[in-house]
């Protein structure tokens, strides 16, 4: 099946930095990738929807200033959180669409530990 | 607003039983659900999914049920292992041209052997 990965698997920073997060495609060419945070014990809640080529577009209340998505190419998106801060520490997993699978289809990543201290 | 949400955040079940976990969604323009398992310190990982122009669909132990007249979803896992204890989530798509999912809240999966 199709693999998406994350790197890094986990990340601690100290408040006021950026972290970067990347999701790659390994063995398909996603046109559309997604970004989710998660926080303990709860849901998966969709920040974003990154299209290739294109700027991305931000759920209600995900501030597009502190979370900068790109998606430059078709295998690759990247998460930066600016500035971070200790209310940002989450689980972060990307997914990815493909277009040559079923419409909705989507392929998870394995996640991000991302501890702002 | 509306929503993916299920009714029993923990279930409990001896190894060997079989399991439903139980997923209510309030749009009715959703048209695609998913099962995902999602493993502590994982990401989610595809178990069945199931269109709105059906109502049960089989996998390999795993047979997805929805009831469109009620608005539910349903997740039967049958002689239930150890490894299948995890969070178990449905998602919806709903037909607005996007392919984001929308998550429930999810049930923890308890197998006792």
């Known amino acids: 099946g199709a693999v998406v990965s994350q790197h890094p698997s986990w990340v601690i920073c100290k408040s006021g930095t950026s972290v970067k997060i990347e999701c790659r495609s390994l063995d398909f060419q996603a046109t559309t990738m997604f970004w989710y945070r998660q926080f303990p014990k709860q849901s998966l809640m969709l920040m974003a929807t990154s299209n290739e080529g294109s700027k991305a577009t931000y759920e209600q209340g995900v501030e597009k200033d502190k979370f900068l998505i790109n998606h430059a190419s078709l295998t690759l998106s990247t998460l930066t959180v600016t500035s971070a801060h200790p209310e940002d520490s989450s689980f972060y997993i990307c997914?990815?669409?493909?277009?040559?699978?079923?419409?909705?289809?989507?392929?998870f990543g394995p996640g991000t530990r991302l501890t702002v201290t | 607003g509306e929503s993916v949400g299920l009714h029993l955040p923990t279930l409990s079940v001896q190894e060997g039983d079989n399991s439903i976990i139980n997923c209510a969604y309030s749009n009715s323009a959703s048209d695609y659900f998913i099962w995902y398992k999602q493993e502590s310190g994982k990401g989610p990982q595809f178990i069945i999914d199931i269109r709105s122009n059906m109502d049960k669909r089989q996998g390999q132990r795993v047979t997805v049920l929805l009831n469109k007249t009620v608005k539910h979803l349903s997740l039967q896992i049958a002689a239930t292992q150890p490894g299948d204890s995890a969070v178990y989530f449905c998602?919806?798509?709903?037909?607005?041209?996007?392919?984001?999912?929308?998550f429930g809240s999810g049930t923890r999966l308890q197998v006792q052997p």
């Open positions: 998602a919806e798509n709903r037909r607005t041209g996007r392919r984001a999912l929308t």
């Open positions: 997914s990815a669409s493909s277009p040559s699978g079923i419409s909705y289809e989507q392929y």
